[in-house]
């Protein structure tokens, strides 16, 4: 079975630009989570969906986040423009429901210079 | 956001030994969830724990759910070199809330 899918798995870019983090579910799970993870402050819960619908993003540290899942099996996370302090490894994890184990993706490592 | 206090933060141990960890918290956990990272990887579950006083085992790991709600442990026997990485309890903090919180994770480096 295929497992959560993301792309890209590397991004480096340059302050200021649009960044696009993509993320495919399994199939079959209605809850989809976003997270950031740093040296300093560990996995942090940016923001998460059930149902395609975004429940809680109190996690999303600044307006410049924006996360979207237009369907059951896509999801975007966007940051735009990008900061260097944004420079972090972001997972996208999914589950059959919200209190159902979380099944990660292999992340995205991004570097904004 | 809150975290679960996990201990020890690393460990460096020999090929053969038994390992073991903890997690900790000051408010109950319905859920106990023990995840394992590899470099350049995302985390991976082990072992999940649904009951209070649950004992599960998965190959060499073993964890167990405390019987207070407030804390788990994970075990893992005879440590081969794969065992490297950094392992992560979590869980659901209480009935109804649906964020899973995180441990700040166990750093486990095996000495040839």
């Known amino acids: 079975d295929a497992g959560v899918i993301q792309s890209p798995r590397h991004e480096v870019t340059e302050m200021g630009q649009e960044v696009t983090l993509r993320c495919k579910p399994i199939?079959?799970?209605?809850?989809l989570f976003w997270y950031r993870q740093t040296m300093m402050r560990g996995l942090e819960l940016l923001i998460y969906?059930?149902?395609?619908?975004?429940?809680?993003d109190s996690g999303m540290p600044e307006d410049r986040f924006s996360a979207k899942m237009p369907n059951a099996s896509f999801s975007t996370l966007k940051i735009q423009p990008s900061e260097p302090r944004d420079s972090a490894v972001y997972f996208c994890?999914?589950?059959?429901?919200?209190?159902?184990?979380?099944?990660f993706g292999p992340g995205t490592r991004l570097l904004v210079l | 956001g809150q975290q679960l206090n996990q201990s020890p933060q690393s460990m460096f141990i020999q090929e053969g030994e038994d390992v073991s960890m903890n997690c900790t918290s000051s408010?109950?956990?319905?859920?106990w969830l023990w995840y394992k990272q590899d470099p350049g990887e995302g985390p991976v579950l082990l072992i999940a724990?649904?009951?209070?006083?649950e004992l599960t085992s998965n190959g060499r790991l073993t964890a167990q759910f405390g019987i207070t709600r407030k804390d788990s442990f994970l075990n893992i026997s005879a440590s081969i070199p794969s065992d490297v990485g950094i392992y992560f309890c979590?869980?659901?903090?209480?009935?109804?809330?649906?964020?899973?919180?995180f441990g700040t994770g166990t750093r486990l480096t095996i000495i040839p």
């Open positions: 408010s109950i956990f319905n859920t």
């Open positions: 969906f059930n149902n395609n619908v975004p429940i809680d």
């Open positions: 199939s079959g799970h209605n809850s």
């Open positions: 979590a869980g659901f903090p209480n009935f109804g809330n649906e964020k899973l919180t």
């Open positions: 724990l649904y009951k209070a006083g």
């Open positions: 994890a999914s589950s059959r429901d919200l209190l159902a184990t979380q099944y």
